[in-house]
């Protein structure tokens, strides 16, 4: 025989959410959402930097490992030079003059590609979304579509 201590309030169906309700209920759930999208991009976050951290430490292992390999390719040259012939203090400038030759190709190659580090077209951008007109002395390194 079948309960019918629930009567009909077991069958009927529960009264249909307010419009206040579905708005609470929605703002709760976009909450939620930009909780959920804020925590993302925090772990994100935190993976990137301990990525960063580990990239950072091999280029550092690289770059003593090359240090390295020059100064013997320096010293094998300057060796070759004294074997050659030449004096040991003279040998030794022209390593030193070939080193600094070598640092100013760099710092010019280097100083060269400052300006792509400046944003240019992020923040032209974003004034064009703000509806500024970039000002030119904000930007010289700028570069023009």
Known sequence: ???D???AAATAA????GL???FAQTARDARRLAFDHLELAALEAQRAADGFVRVLVGSLVVAILAVSAWMALVVGVAVWATNAGLSVP????LAAVANVIVAMGVFFWMRKHL????FAATLRQLRETAGKEPDDEDEPHARQP
């Open 90 to 93: 003279r040998a030794l400038v």
């Open 115 to 118: 300006p792509e580090m400046l």
């Open 5 to 7: 201590r629930l009567g």
């Open 14 to 17: 529960p009264p249909a959410p």
């Open 20 to 22: 206040l309700e579905r």
């Open 1 to 3: 025989m079948p309960d």
